[in-house]
């Protein structure tokens, strides 16, 4: 499970888009994003606004930050099943790495 809370900066129009391409990943994945709750959930993902598309590799623990630019909105949708087979590597090796542990 991926824990997310977008920033309160995004716009809803890409809040909408980022809506649906998390739809779209946990209908084609096994990744499934819940929202943040800090009462909870000591380590997620903040989703915000930025000049670039950009995020650490892994996870680093606490907060991580998850920089969107609009041209990231657009393409995060329109991947292609290889594209996604790549980055499902990435992130399942991101994932199980033995120096990792996700809480």
């Known amino acids: 499970m991926v824990y997310t809370l977008v920033s309160d900066a995004v716009s809803s129009i890409a809040r909408h888009r ?6 779209h990943w946990q209908r084609h994945t096994c990744i499934k994003f819940v929202e943040y709750n800090p009462l909870k959930h000591r380590n997620y993902v903040r989703i915000q606004k930025g000049q670039w598309c950009a995020s650490k590799l892994g996870m680093a623990g606490g907060v991580q930050p998850l920089y969107i630019a609009l041209g990231c909105l657009v393409s995060a949708i329109a991947h292609t099943k290889v594209q996604h087979q790549k980055l499902c590597a990435m992130l399942f090796t991101a994932l199980n790495a033995p120096d990792k542990v996700f809480r």
């Not at 980022?18 to 739809?23: F, L, Q, S, V």
């Open 18 to 23: 980022i809506k649906k391409a998390m739809i």
